[in-house]
């Protein structure tokens, strides 16, 4: 769940690369992937691969 902006939603966290479950990262706001890299904005989208 992401409360942001005064707003409420739910994201599914999957990796869109093969699906592995990213962590939430505090000191960047961002979900980040331990499986390659892949990180997503606290919004859901994508951000880069590392
Ligand atoms: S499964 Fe997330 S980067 Fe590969």
Redesign the pocket.
């Known amino acids: 769940m992401v409360k942001k902006d005064g707003v409420l939603f739910a994201l599914s966290t999957i990796?869109t690369?093969?699906?592995?479950i990213?962590n939430w990262t505090a000191s960047s706001t961002t979900f980040e992937?331990p499986?390659?890299?892949?990180g997503y904005y606290d919004s859901g989208v994508y951000l880069d691969q590392k």
């Open positions: 990796c690369h093969l699906g592995c990213p992937c499986c390659h890299g892949s």
